[in-house]
């Protein structure tokens, strides 16, 4: 008899490979989650007189170039006026406006969700007092 006839196949599979790239796979996707969900890159002005908020409602992103986001979603001030006539008006409205947008744009915004009716409305500022004063 031959002695590679007499000798039973292999059945056991290595899985040190497998844990190896399951373990690099997922550093991978820890490293790179909170990545994605970063949110829109704003400088906000800053207060003495801030205070933290609480709870949530509808978020409106003005930024440096003057866009207007909607809960991370670009919108236009038409469309912003549509998809808000729907909403609860109770919820609070917090607006965060970067520190080199128009105040005139700010304003607009501003008297957009008091003209849909709504009652809290807050402008999102970093602690602090400004620098720039003059």
Known sequence: MNASATRAPLAEINVT???DVMLVLLIIF???????????????????????LTGSGLTITLTREHLI???QEVVTLGDLRHQ????AHEQPVLIQADSDAYVSRLVQLWDLCRDLGF???HIATRAGVDDRSS
Do not use: F, H
Request: glycine residues 8%; hydrophobic residues 45%.
């Open 30 to 52: 820890m490293i790179s989650a909170p990545l994605l969900s970063r949110g829109i890159a704003v400088a906000l002005p800053k207060a003495g007189t801030s205070q933290r």
């Open 119 to 121: 009652q809290e409305i």
């Open 84 to 87: 808000l006539t729907g909403s």
């Open 69 to 71: 986001y909607l809960n």
């Open 17 to 19: 490979p497998l844990v």
